[in-house]
């Protein structure tokens, strides 16, 4: 592996700081459900925080922030079919030109 | 090309917009289909080894090929913004308002078409799942007001011509699909979704009948399956006079040898029913037997249909 | 005979073949888990009312499991970086302490499990529900414990079984809430088991390798992990989607 | 790059197909060497000996099926076959309607999922694919062995399903809820074999991606892969990508007919007059839009192999490079990524607006400009070359004609207006039926009479080929091109009297009879092929180890067969394009890739 122990050294340091915020972030969430939002609000946040822990968890634990092309490549070319997959389906359950009774 | 095409009758007022798109996406089809084929077969004989020892690495030069291309791109684009969407948008997204429409609930299930009219009041009664039995298939609430006058018909959906009918479409059980082949309607009948679909009818059943009137042989004194959905239109008197069979019946068994005695070897015939709904999804084993009949008839007869079935529910 | 890039990175791609493989695993993985999520959001838009998480659920065993989880991927990615550090016993330890941690997670859920399948839910033809747990089940009525309401515990109630429509426990029948939580948790925990039994075997009879291969033994240590962080990854998101909104 | 030198058995150079080899392997069992071998040319042969025989298996169903559709309600003439099909499906010998739909279900699933994807990709893609890249084997060849072994799993639990109580699924190859999920326990049973082929794809699609991109040898870019390989690499994203949503449907559907729960069942459904006592709130339409997820990407996944195979017959029997290699290429790419999003193509008459039938006629449109742009390429591959009507080539030329046909007559399915007279009816049936039975069935065949030699060092006969050729071409057109006539007169598909109590279907209802002895002769027509498949394997002529002279690293750098474990005696480099043939100058009319220099 191309990498040496010192480079190591210092990755360990950002594990546990991102170890720390994901678990003040796991606080806040559940703290933010307490508020008793709006339903929009209330999933505009949870889905916020969510992406941020995720973010931090691919990008450090997955090692994603320095990562090769290739992987990313094949990740944004799911990310997009991703979203079709969540967006699609839902567009058409609410085209207005069906009633669910 | 509608003729080579096979296309069926079309006794609907949209279904001319729906046939010529099929026709003219047609003669896109053959146009290219030729023009390949014919330069296919040119190259297969020209550039056989025999003829053609020895290959050019390069082969085509002209740009050709892409002009090609781009015709079959921009005639796709010229079908879908001149033709597709806008007859879709108007054809099944957009809809006659109930007070202009005869509106119809049409109620599919394993392996009948419900037809629900909502009697003089133009209102649907309610309906509930625990009301619904072998009598009441669609669990029609004849206690509310609203439900003393509806029509409840199975497979026999009548509707009058040349006014728009709305339909609100829907199914008890699994996804069947709601199909007119003359008339140019199809939409899945789902469960738990109500859909809108309409048309307007411009040929009667009985024109129908007329234009599918065919000469057919019975020379072998059979009654075929297909004759068996066949009546007459024409009366076949035997030799004494007597008739075999009237005008708008239909034949049976006995009835061949005595027209082969009068010495009738073809019939002119028309079918009993050709204007049918057809369940086109796969919806179980009774799939293909779960067939309605349409009887489009003008406004009078319709009416005087209406009658004769709200004279049925006082009894 | 030896595949080429076991070990070693291609150079034109930078990557080793199971790296590689395992991205494009996971890959198939996020559409697998688009799927059940695009599934939630049809399924919610489509009803007429959808509970609350937290009604409904446990959050603190559920916050309790998110920390378990995210903890357990510190350490995973800890005993990798150990190994690269030559340090094999710590890497024991930590990877260790993973294998714990994802037990503990499994023991959690198994809790919260069981709760769902001793509560009860009854709905009567007039439409109201009664929720709680199921007192006594006779011929022709049955008794119900309401669950607590703002702190107040109702008193128990008598329903005659001609009233009830429908009575059934909180399992995944219960209603399309139940239905999507415990299909998503339910291949999330087998997720867990899966990455559980590589970990162990890694731990165990597989840590071998450190001794002949360490290279291709540390690329191993990597590609597990991505993978349990793949599935801390989809709890982040299981959590707040299934308990908290 | 080079990392011939570093292990043992690559670098050395092994005199012949030979002794030295045969006496590393001698000490392997019987079971490690032929049955769970992990060496990818076992496995394509495992896959290709697999798919084949379910080809043959759905293929016989089908032509029972066909005497229904022709004699609706009369006795089947084979006695005993209609009595091993057994009285409870086949009473009197006359089929029942239950019967029939289990049929169609699994004429359908079997053809896609254990027939022409196994052999396309699983039997052809391992076998050639890492041929072509000079790779020793697949990247993961563990895996390679479980995918086979799991796809013969799903295919063992298919087959199973036959005898369980209510017989096999027979809601379709679609399986469309609510009916799939009111069905009887084949229907749990067919859903468990998805599980396996699903995931039988997955790992093969992986290993796939993983060994074109990582063990090409040294000098092969992209840029000078074989139209082959492209075709490979797209289908496996396809498969990685479109596959786990419908494993996630056929998860849903298993916990709605298992666990009682109701993802697909919306509230207040009444079956045969009895309320269903579920809690409902689930929607029909979400399988639908989970299975077309898959299943338009995976109608990709039965053609790009079969242009894939195409390209290198015609390249080669033409002698001249493919017309348009790059532009091809990129066609395939553009085309695999826009396949994710048409697939609500099938569902246009499931209650749509103007807004989201229109982007999805609108994508239809522009998916099948790459289509276009490809059979293009491959028509004008043709020009200026010097054409060998051998048999592969001429099952490749057929192909050409027939996808047109096929690829033509999606057009009005695309374009929502014209579907709504067309869809559901045996226009549809038509319609794919002619992409993939003449277009994929023949460019497959084009394949085994192709690579056959390579497989077993001897040709296949070419009379019994020929035969074989104009048997089905004939035959496969006499099979569906009435479906369209029947089509356009409304037929239904599915119809288990073929239309007979319909009044609308009576004027095309004797192509009936003519579709069926088609089918039936195509039948016949296929026993050159198994005679010759079978009497070449042992007698055809000995070939050496590159008889179409051809260019690709396949042929040019290893025995036929290749070696048993690593394939080449020297592992070969890539110094040139694909397809170097007739090149001005050269000596001989095709220079292999692997060659250094142009003498
Ligand atoms: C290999 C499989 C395959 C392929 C390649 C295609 C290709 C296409 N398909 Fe097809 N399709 C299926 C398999 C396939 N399909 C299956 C299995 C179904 C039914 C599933 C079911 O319901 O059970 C189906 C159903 C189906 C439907 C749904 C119909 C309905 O249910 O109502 C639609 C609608 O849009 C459609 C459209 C298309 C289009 C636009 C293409 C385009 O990609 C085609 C593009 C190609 C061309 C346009 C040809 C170009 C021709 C030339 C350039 C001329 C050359 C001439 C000579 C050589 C002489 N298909
Ligand atoms: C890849 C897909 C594929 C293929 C190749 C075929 C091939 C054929 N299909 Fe199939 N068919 C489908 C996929 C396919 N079909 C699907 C998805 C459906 C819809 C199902 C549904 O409604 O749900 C369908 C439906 C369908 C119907 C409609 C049924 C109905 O709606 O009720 C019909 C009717 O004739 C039919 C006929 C045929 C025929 C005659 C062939 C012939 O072309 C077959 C030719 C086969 C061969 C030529 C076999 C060659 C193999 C060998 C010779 C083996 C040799 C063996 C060794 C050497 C060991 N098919
Ligand atoms: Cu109802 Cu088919
Ligand atoms: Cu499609």
Redo the contacts between chains.
């Keep these: 592996m191309e990498m040496q122990a010192e480079e190591v050294k210092k990755h360990v340091k950002v594990y546990i700081m991102v170890f720390v915020v994901l678990l003040f972030l796991t606080i806040v969430t559940v703290a933010v459900s307490y508020l008793h939002l709006s339903v929009g609000v209330g999933i505009a946040v949870a889905l916020l925080i969510a992406s941020i822990k995720a973010t931090l968890v691919g990008g450090y634990f997955m090692h994603l922030i320095s990562e090769k092309k290739l992987i990313y490549a094949t990740l944004i070319l799911t990310v997009v079919f991703f979203i079709v997959l969540m967006v699609i389906p839902v567009s058409h359950a609410l085209d207005p030109i069906r009633y669910n009774h | 090309m509608k003729d080579w095409?096979?296309?069926?009758i079309d006794g609907s007022a949209h279904g001319a917009?729906?046939?010529n798109?099929?026709v003219v996406?047609?003669w896109?089809?053959l146009a290219?289909?030729a023009g390949?084929?014919l330069?296919?077969i040119y190259?297969?004989v020209r550039?056989?080894?025999s003829n053609?020892?020895?290959?050019?690495?390069?082969?085509?030069r002209s740009h050709f090929?892409k002009y090609?291309?781009i015709a079959?791109?921009v005639f796709?684009?010229i079908?879908?913004i001149g033709?597709?969407?806008p007859?879709?948008?108007t054809?099944?997204?957009a809809f006659p308002a109930e007070k202009d429409a005869v509106v119809i609930r049409v109620v599919a299930?394993?392996f009948a078409w419900n037809f629900h009219y909502p009697g003089a009041d133009g209102v649907f009664g309610p309906t509930a799942?625990?009301l619904?039995?072998?009598d009441n298939?669609l669990?029609l609430d004849r206690d509310d007001p609203s439900a003393k006058d509806d029509i409840a018909t199975i497979n026999q959906l009548n509707l009058p011509i040349g006014k728009p009918i709305l339909f609100y479409l829907?199914s008890?059980?699994?996804?069947h699909?709601f199909?007119l082949?003359?008339y140019?309607?199809?939409?899945?009948a789902?469960?738990?979704?109500?859909?809108?679909i309409w048309f307007t009818p411009v040929k009667s059943t009985r024109a129908i009948q007329e234009e599918l009137t065919e000469e057919m042989s019975i020379a072998d004194g059979k009654l075929s399956?297909?004759l068996s959905?066949m009546i007459s239109m024409r009366d076949y008197p035997a030799k004494d006079g007597s008739a075999i069979i009237k005008k708008g019946d239909s034949f049976s068994e006995e009835m061949m040898p005595l027209l082969l005695q009068a010495g009738i070897t073809s019939v002119t015939v028309a079918?009993?029913?050709?204007t049918?709904v057809?369940?086109?999804?796969?919806?179980?084993?009774?799939?293909?037997?779960m067939?309605g009949f349409v009887t489009v008839q003008t406004s009078e007869e319709f009416n005087a249909w209406l009658a004769e079935q709200a004279s049925f529910l006082t009894q | 005979m030896q595949i080429p890039y076991n070990e070693t990175a291609r150079p034109d791609t930078g990557l080793f073949n199971a790296k590689l493989g395992l991205w494009l695993f996971l890959a198939s993985e996020v559409m697998l888990f688009g799927a059940l999520f695009s599934t939630y959001v049809l399924l919610r838009v489509g009803a007429p009312v959808w509970p609350h998480g937290y009604t409904i659920l446990n959050v603190p065993l559920a916050t309790l499991n998110t920390v378990v989880l995210i903890s357990s991927s510190v350490t995973m990615v800890m005993s990798w970086a150990s190994l690269m550090m030559k340090n094999f016993g710590k890497f024991r330890l930590y990877l260790g302490l993973t294998i714990l941690m994802g037990m503990a997670f499994l023991v959690v859920k198994t809790f919260e499990y069981k709760a769902k399948f001793v509560h009860y839910g009854v709905t009567l033809h007039d439409g109201t529900e009664i929720v709680g747990h199921l007192e006594e089940e006779a011929e022709d009525h049955v008794v119900m414990l309401p669950d607590m309401k703002d702190g107040v515990q109702p008193s128990p109630v008598h329903i005659g079984r001609a009233q009830i429509k429908r009575l059934t426990n909180f399992g995944p029948w219960y209603s399309t809430f139940l239905a999507i939580y415990f299909t998503l948790t339910g291949l999330h925990v087998l997720h867990v088991i899966g990455g559980l039994v590589v970990n162990i075997y890694l731990w165990g009879p597989g840590a071998k390798m450190w001794k002949t291969e360490p290279t291709r033994f540390t690329n191993r240590i990597e590609v597990a992990g991505l993978y349990w962080h793949f599935v801390d990854l989809v709890w982040i998101f299981l959590f707040p989607v299934l308990y908290l909104l | 790059m080079d990392h011939s030198s570093s292990h043992g058995g690559v670098g050395t150079t092994h005199k012949t197909h030979g002794a030295h080899h045969e006496a590393d392997h001698l000490h392997q069992s019987f079971w490690r060497k032929y049955v769970f071998s992990t060496d990818h040319k076992v496995i394509g042969i495992q896959y290709g000996i697999t798919s084949l025989l379910f080809l043959l298996f759905g293929f016989s169903i089908m032509m029972i099926m066909r005497w229904q559709l022709a004699y609706p309600g009369q006795e089947f003439p084979i006695k005993w076959l209609a009595h091993l099909m057994g009285q409870d499906n086949m009473p009197d010998g006359i089929m029942l309607p239950e019967y029939y739909n289990q049929l169609g279900a699994m004429h359908g699933t079997i053809m896609v999922f254990l027939g022409v994807v196994p052999l396309a990709v699983g039997a052809f893609g391992n076998y050639v694919m890492p041929l072509q890249i000079g790779a020793i084997d697949m990247a993961f060849p563990k895996l390679n062995m479980m995918s086979y072994w799991v796809y013969f799993c799903g295919g063992v639990t298919m087959l199973w399903s036959f005898f369980v109580p209510g017989g096999a699924a027979n809601s379709g190859w679609t399986s469309y809820a609510p009916l799939s999920v009111i069905a009887t326990t084949g229907q749990t049973i067919w859903l468990l074999g998805m599980v396996f082929l699903i995931t039988s794809s997955l790992l093969g699609s992986v290993n796939f991606i993983v060994t074109i991109i990582q063990l090409r040898v040294k000098g092969l870019t992209f840029m000078r892969l074989p139209f082959f390989v492209w075709t490979q690499f797209v289908t496996s994203f396809l498969l990685l990508l479109a596959f786990p949503p419908l494993e996630a449907a056929g998860v849903l559907q298993l916990m709605d007919r298992i666990a009682g729960t109701s993802f697909f069942l919306p509230s207040g459904l009444v079956v045969s007059g009895q309320a269903l006592g579920v809690s409902g709130g689930g929607s029909p339409l979400l399988w639908q839009h989970l299975f077309w997820f898959l299943a338009h990407p995976e109608v990709y996944v039965l053609i790009l192999p079969a242009m894939g195979i195409i390209g290198e017959v015609i390249a080669n029997n033409t002698r001249k490079p493919l017309w348009g290699y790059k532009s091809m290429i990129y066609s395939i790419i553009f085309l695999g990524f826009m396949s994710f999003i048409v697939w609500a193509h099938h569902m246009f008459l499931t209650g749509m607006g103007t807004a989201i039938s229109s982007f999805f006629q609108t994508t239809t449109m522009i998916i099948s400009i790459p289509s276009v742009i490809i059979l293009t390429a491959l028509l004008l591959s043709l020009w200026g070359g010097s054409i060998r009507y051998t048999t592969p080539m001429l099952f490749a030329l057929s192909f050409l004609p027939m996808f047109a046909i096929g690829g033509l007559t999606g057009l009005p399915l695309g374009l929502n207006v014209s579907d709504i007279h067309l869809h559901d009816t045996y226009y549809v049936i038509g319609h794919f039926h002619y992409v993939v039975a003449p277009g994929t069935l023949m460019a497959l065949f084009a394949g085994i009479y192709y690579w056959f030699p390579k497989v077993t060092g001897r040709k296949m006969n070419d009379i019994l080929g020929r035969l074989h050729f104009w048997g089905s071409i004939v035959f496969m057109n006499g099979v569906f091109m009435p479906m369209f006539i029947q089509g356009l007169a409304g037929v239904s598909r599915r119809l288990y009297d073929g239309g007979e109590q319909y009044a609308h279907a009576q004027s095309v209802l004797h192509w009936n009879e003519f579709t069926s002895i088609s089918a039936w002769c195509l039948g016949l027509a296929q026993i050159p092929f198994i005679v010759n498949f079978f009497w070449s394997m042992k007698k055809g002529q000995k070939v050496n180890s590159n008889p179409w002279e051809a260019t690709t690293l396949e042929w040019a750098a290893t025995t036929s067969p290749p070696l048993a474990h690593g394939n080449f005696e020297k592992i070969p480099e890539v110094y040139r394009g694909p397809y170097e043939y007739s090149t001005r100058g050269a000596k001989k009319d095709y220079t292999p890739q692997n060659q250094a220099s142009e003498a």
């Design positions: 095409l096979y296309l069926p917009q729906i046939d798109m099929i996406i047609h896109l089809m290219l289909f390949w084929g330069y296919f190259v297969l550039f056989r080894k053609n020892p020895v290959a050019d690495s390069v082969g085509v090929s090609v291309e079959v791109a796709e684009a079908l879908l033709f597709s969407i007859i879709w948008s054809i099944v997204s299930e394993q799942i625990h619904v039995s072998s298939p669990g829907t008890k059980d699994v996804i699909s199909s082949p003359l140019r309607v199809k939409q899945d789902i469960p738990g979704q109500k859909i809108p399956p297909r959905l079918p009993a029913t050709p049918e057809a369940c086109a999804q796969l919806c179980g084993l009774g799939h293909f037997r067939r």
